[in-house]
């Protein structure tokens, strides 16, 4: 089997890439950069035609792939529409023209993510994907927007992956920022601000393991497409306020969280003169409410985290290399 | 380009001296005959001056013999830039760069030397233009049934040979043509200080609005795809005017039919339709229910104006497909020559039975036609100071996505079979209401020609293809080049 994985230079990408070849597959990471954790890395685009790809090389990769991962898209609360739509609406379109040129292709593995589901209300499950939710930001609208372009492909063998935040230390050991996503609450956090989280932050996070996400990533290559969803996160389920305080601990700081509106609104009010990113403040209530049964569909049920996945994913920031956006330290 | 020619050019206004062909450039026929320019020039030039009255009140710079908003030089349309400049100056917050680049393809602005409103004149043309824009409804929906019926009554005079019939219709129908005229100039003006004023407000409540603005103005549905219906036949249905030039009732004839080409007319094509949720409707639940609020109903109103922006051009259409089918029965009713009628202005035709020695004019109007013609006429002219000068090279400007959207296909023009294996983008000088049919067998639009308020930037905007206009780039593309778009950013790649 020759597997593309396009993103595979990314936090999930490289990862995947791993996962893959040690499970003895032929990888392409195709990226930006080129570079490649394992496999071959090959220089590409989504956002472009036949991403970015031409001549021999183009018709060399589409005669042997028989699977094609698509990973890419850094996970960005912050983005507009117009690099949103990119990404997810023109990238999967692009990848969708691509699978369907080659010949041998056998699945189709669309890695989404939970947060599709928006401010979804009722509970929703593997089958749903719109049901009437708002969107937070413009990167949740994206995710949505692929899922949906992916769903409506039907003349394609396809598996849609759903994960939460995915956390823990790199298995290809590059450095960990701290700039999207939930980990751009930590140098707020660790600075000793009060944070608002309705319930005191008592209510299901859906993070995983990037570990985990990639073992189920392998799953579903070696698992024939039938135009399926699965939804993997930490079995263990732990809060929001849980995951804030692992991260946390290794630094030897307990993080201040209130369940004060006041507080959230005053946040709100000065969250870019503290460097916090206002979109994060959107995740401060409970999410949605997942169909606790979304991961029997799993063939073999769901893959563990790694034990203290969130301790090392804070101990993973305090290494020099990582990158905490300019805060304190 | 030369001197003027007496027997069909206007007189230049003697303090707006720079015209543009600017929007109607990029649709309507490069030279109008005499004919059309007097249904299409002179009852716009009546429905500005009427806008002027009723928002500002009687404005010495908006009267005179002169014609003030229009020009017809070398028998080409233009508009008046030094006045629409002016008349921008006369709302708030509007300068005179929002109208260039709404409709003069972001051209240099020129200087005005006319005084300007007051702050409080200003202030007290705002409600007045919005009780302008809350009228055009009701006006909209009478022009339509009045419309209507004017065809039904050209349509009997035609099948009797009514003489009677066919004068009342062309009686009849200038006052329509004077009203229909009157609510395009309304929604095309009040687009602009409609669009500034959202700007203005979005830029505070959404940060980031210039990314977000093409979401949002998108009119919900157009009259054209209802009027591709009836295209065809030659019943005087409501769409049958979209087989004919838009703009020129003499397409059929020499010297006229060259510059009054049309695309090819198919099934039509629908909307992109898909199952997911549009990008404005998501900004709206990102918004909050008060911002939300203010937003969409902002958003609203534009893509309402827009909508009715084009139902007025095609009520206008209609009617000079009215001229256009009715003028040679009456020409031929009053025995006079087939080729004479497109020489004469309708006010002179309309006269032409009691006053017979008007036919006369003609020979003399036609050499000076067929002179006009043979010189070419820029797309910018500066008229001030009496010599003709070229006031801005022809070029396009920098290209613009006016539609937001990426996407890659082949090059297609509209006279090409479509393949439907691959994506295609439709490339072409310019684009009208006539590629509406088109718009749903392509991924995508790219023009030399157009501005943010063109006809196709609305047109594309409600079938959700990505657009770009003022793409140097289009003359040297070929069918099945293989070529990127953003309608986002504007940019142009050929692929490899």
């Known amino acids: 089997m020759s597997v593309l994985v396009l993103g595979g230079s990314g936090y999930l990408g490289r990862a995947v890439c791993l996962e893959l070849e040690g499970a003895g597959l032929d990888v392409v990471a195709l990226s930006r950069s080129g570079s490649a954790a394992a496999g071959r890395g090959l220089r590409g685009d989504v956002t472009r035609h036949n991403l970015g790809l031409f001549g021999d090389e183009l018709a060399e990769l589409q005669a042997e792939v028989t699977h094609v991962v698509g990973v890419f898209g850094s996970v960005d609360w912050d983005s507009g529409p117009a690099q ?57 609208y994206g995710k949505y927007h692929a899922e949906a372009l992916v769903r409506e492909a039907e003349d394609l063998p396809f598996t849609v992956l759903r994960f939460g935040p995915l956390l823990g230390p790199d298995p290809a050991g590059h450095a960990l920022g701290a700039g999207d996503g939930l980990l751009a609450a930590v140098p707020y956090l660790l600075q000793g601000y009060p944070v608002h989280l309705k319930h005191g932050g008592r209510f299901p996070s859906y993070v995983g393991d990037v570990v985990g996400a990639a073992e189920v990533v392998a799953a579903a290559v070696r698992t024939p497409a039938t135009g399926a969803t699965w939804t993997w996160f930490d079995p263990a389920l732990p809060t929001v306020a849980e995951v804030m305080h692992r991260l946390c601990r290794p630094w030897g700081v307990v993080p201040k969280i209130v369940d004060s509106a006041v507080v959230g609104r005053v946040q709100r009010l000065v969250a870019s003169r503290i460097g916090l990113p206002k979109a994060l403040l959107d995740y401060a209530e409970p999410w949605f409410d997942l169909d606790p049964s979304v991961m029997d569909t799993l063939p073999g049920g769901p893959p563990a985290c790694r034990p203290g996945y969130l301790a090392g994913t804070g101990r993973a920031l305090l290494e020099p290399e990582a990158d905490l956006q300019g805060s304190f330290t | 380009m030369t001197g003027r020619f007496p027997e069909i050019d206007i007189d230049p206004h003697p303090r707006f001296g720079v015209y543009s062909a600017g929007n109607l450039g990029e649709v309507a026929p490069q030279r109008l005959s005499p004919m059309s320019w007097s249904l299409v020039g002179t009852p716009m030039e009546r429905g500005t001056r009427r806008l002027v009255r009723n928002v500002w009140g009687e404005r010495a710079w908006a009267q005179g013999d002169h014609y003030v908003f229009l020009g017809y030089f070398g028998c080409r349309p233009y508009h008046n830039l030094s006045a629409y400049a002016h008349l921008s100056r006369q709302l708030p917050r509007v300068r005179p760069e929002d109208v260039t680049a709404a409709y003069f393809e ?147 004839r020499l010297p006229w039919q060259p510059y009054a080409v049309r695309h090819r007319v198919v099934a039509e094509g629908t909307a992109h339709s898909s199952g997911v949720l549009d990008p404005a409707e998501a900004q709206w639940g990102m918004l909050g229910k008060t911002r ?111 539609s937001p959207g990426k996407v890659t296909g082949v090059v297609v023009h509209a006279e090409d079979d479509f393949p439907e294996d691959v994506p295609c983008i439709l490339v072409c000088e310019s684009a009208d209401a006539d590629v509406a049919p088109l718009l749903g067998y392509v ?31 289009v003359k040297e593309l070929k069918p099945n080049d293989m070529v990127t778009i953003n309608g986002t950013t504007g940019e142009v790649y050929v692929e490899q």
Request: glycine letters at 8%; aromatic letters at 6%.
């Open chain 2, 106 to 252: 972001g051209v240099e602005s020129p200087p005005s030397a006319a005084a300007r409103e007051s702050r409080l004149g200003k202030a007290a043309a705002v409600p007045r233009l919005v009780r302008e824009l809350g009228r055009l409804g009701p006006t909209l929906r009478r022009l339509e049934e009045d419309v209507y019926v004017l065809e039904s009554l050209a349509r009997t005079a035609i099948t009797l040979r009514s003489e009677a019939g066919l004068t009342e219709t062309v009686l009849k129908a200038a006052d329509l043509l004077d009203d229909a005229w009157a609510a395009h100039i309304v929604t095309t003006t009040g687009l602009v200080p409609l669009t500034v004023l959202q700007r203005s407000l979005n830029d505070r409540v959404l940060g980031r609005y210039g990314e977000v603005e093409p979401y949002l103005n998108r009119p919900r549905e157009l009259v054209w795809s209802r009027l591709h219906r009836f295209a065809g036949g030659d019943d005087l249905l409501p769409g049958e005017f979209l087989d004919s030039s838009f703009y020129e009732v003499a397409d059929d």
């Open chain 1, 84 to 140: 949103a739509l990119d990404v997810h609406a023109t990238g999967v379109r692009n990848v969708l023209r691509f699978s369907r040129a080659c010949p041998k292709l056998e699945a189709l593995v669309h890695v989404s993510s939970l947060l599709a589901f928006g401010r979804a209300e009722g509970r929703v499950g593997n089958r749903e994907l719109y049901v009437g939710q708002d969107f937070r930001n413009w990167y949740e």
């Open chain 2, 292 to 402: 939300g609020r203010i937003v969409k109903s902002l958003a609203r109103v534009v893509g309402e104006t827009m909508a009715s922006r084009e139902h007025s051009k095609s009520l206008v259409m209609r009617l000079l497909h009215v001229h256009r089918r009715v003028l040679p029965h009456l020409a031929a009713a009053w025995n006079t020559d087939d080729d004479l009628w497109p020489y004469l202005t309708i006010e002179e035709f309309r006269r032409l039975y009691r006053e017979p020695g008007l036919a006369e004019r003609v020979p003399a109007r036609r050499a000076a036609v067929e002179s006009a013609l043979r010189t070419p006429m820029p797309e910018h002219l500066d008229m001030t100071g009496g010599v003709p000068r070229v006031w801005a090279d022809d070029l396009p400007k920098k290209a613009r996505g006016v």
């Open chain 2, 443 to 473: 991924d995508g639009v790219l023009t030399q020609r157009g501005s943010d308020m063109s006809h196709i930037a609305i047109l594309a905007r409600e079938y959700h293809l990505p657009a770009v206009v003022g793409c140097a780039l």
